[in-house]
């Protein structure tokens, strides 16, 4: 008897694999790769918890791996008047002594189509049979996506594009590339859903938030996603403060309308900012969930609070301010405000300008006081204007 190396698997997952050394006779080639193999092993000393863990892998062929096509099969098929070859099976050798085959009838024809003997594939080895591995290329690139969705969970930088195919009880079936995620009603918009229907066969950006163990799937969200645009769609709204707005009402309160508008921001039309036809329908509790409302942006406090007009869009004071105060022009103004930086000078209401303290040496200036001052710069866009005394 002589000590020989051989490798075994000792999981699920091929690449899982152990050298040790079993007693043999002197000659003895190990080679056996069919269902038996544990048994075999066994005959030559393998330990009992190696065996159970060989075991165990030949039992569960269900693992992702990667192969070479060896060989595609074709057979004649009559195709619209034609005669062509069809690809029906190709072989993949995924070890020094192992192959898969991959049934192509049940792939999907885009995959099939790009085909090719030599080319690498990853593969989903599915079961055996009498020592045959049979594998699934299409199973094997669903799994790969939804283990890049699982591990997405969590991480707010990472969307996917899901088709929502059916509503069902507590929310719907969405498909991610592939890929069935559930996602609950409540998760499927910044506010209230009142038209549930009203999302089935749209596409929507979806962010990965959990597991269900009850459901087997992964939950998404298309809330998440949206709450990671309100910043940006906040900004944006600052730099078009002017423009007339169509939103959606999601609710009302005795102080006014919430409205939901620009895909990702919710705002409240007090009540005194009602226009008559609008306030009419208030007044009446005409105004549901769901219905169109026009508007301007009167406020922007923060991200999550924004106030809404019917009144008309905002007035800018600033708005060709640059025009109307030129750099070496002579005007009056009134002292607001004297502080270590200098002085505010006030010229007219919501306009003001800063004397530095650099050009008020000797120069004491108190609040209320009227000064002639010369502009230096103006920066419409910063709300600042340079100012000199005269």
């Not at 099969?73 to 192992?98: F, P, Q, Y």
């Not at 709450?227 to 906040?234: D, E, G, L, N």
């Not at 900004?235 to 009402?249: A, C, F, P, S």
């Not at 009167?298 to 800018?316: M, N, V």
Request: proline share 3%; aromatic share 6%; charged share 30%.
């Amino acid at each position: 008897m002589i000590e020989q190396e051989i490798t075994v698997q000792l999981s699920d997952d091929p690449f899982d694999t152990k050298t040790i050394k079993v007693k043999v006779p002197k000659g003895t080639k190990l080679m056996c790769t069919e269902m038996y193999a544990a048994e075999a092993m066994a005959m030559y000393d393998l330990p009992d918890e190696e065996i159970k863990k060989l075991t165990l892998s030949e039992e569960s062929n269900n693992y992702m791996t990667q192969g070479e096509i060896v060989s595609i099969k074709t057979r004649k098929e009559i195709i619209d008047g034609e005669e062509v070859d069809v690809k029906i099976e190709a072989l993949v050798d995924i070890s020094k002594k192992n192959t898969a085959i991959c049934i192509l009838n049940k792939e999907a024809k885009e995959i099939v189509d790009q085909l090719e003997v030599g080319m690498v594939v990853d593969i989903k080895v599915k079961y055996s049979n009498f020592g045959t591995l049979y594998a699934s290329i299409s199973d094997a690139m669903d799994e790969v996506k939804r283990n890049e969705i699982y591990n997405a969970i969590g991480n707010r930088g990472i969307g996917f594009t899901g088709k929502v195919k059916e509503l069902i009880h507590g929310g719907y079936w969405v498909e991610v590339g592939g890929v069935q995620c559930f996602m609950p009603g409540s998760l499927g918009g910044l506010n209230k859903l009142h038209d549930f229907e009203k999302l089935v066969g749209k596409e929507l950006i979806v962010m990965p938030i959990t597991y269900s163990n009850e459901k087997q799937t992964i939950v998404v969200s298309h809330r998440e996603y949206l709450r990671t645009m309100i910043p940006s769609a906040v900004e944006d709204l600052r730099e078009n403060i002017k423009d007339h707005i169509t939103g959606i009402v999601t609710g009302t309160t005795k102080f006014g309308v919430f409205a939901e508008f620009n895909e990702s921001l919710t705002g409240l039309i007090p009540k005194n900012e009602l226009d008559e036809a609008t306030l009419e329908l208030f007044d009446n509790r005409s105004i549901k969930p769901g219905d169109e409302i026009s508007f301007w942006t009167k406020e922007i406090i923060s991200d999550r609070k924004i106030i809404l007009s019917q009144a008309g869009p905002k007035i800018d004071l600033w708005d060709g301010a640059d025009q109307k105060y030129k750099p070496m022009m002579v005007t009056e103004g009134k002292v607001t405000k004297v502080t270590k930086y200098g002085a505010f000078i006030e010229l007219e209401k919501g306009i003001s300008g800063l004397i530095h303290k650099t050009k008020l040496k000797n120069v004491e200036l108190t609040k209320g006081d009227i000064v002639n001052i010369k502009i230096g710069s103006v920066n419409v866009s910063d709300r600042k204007i340079t100012m000199n005394l005269v």
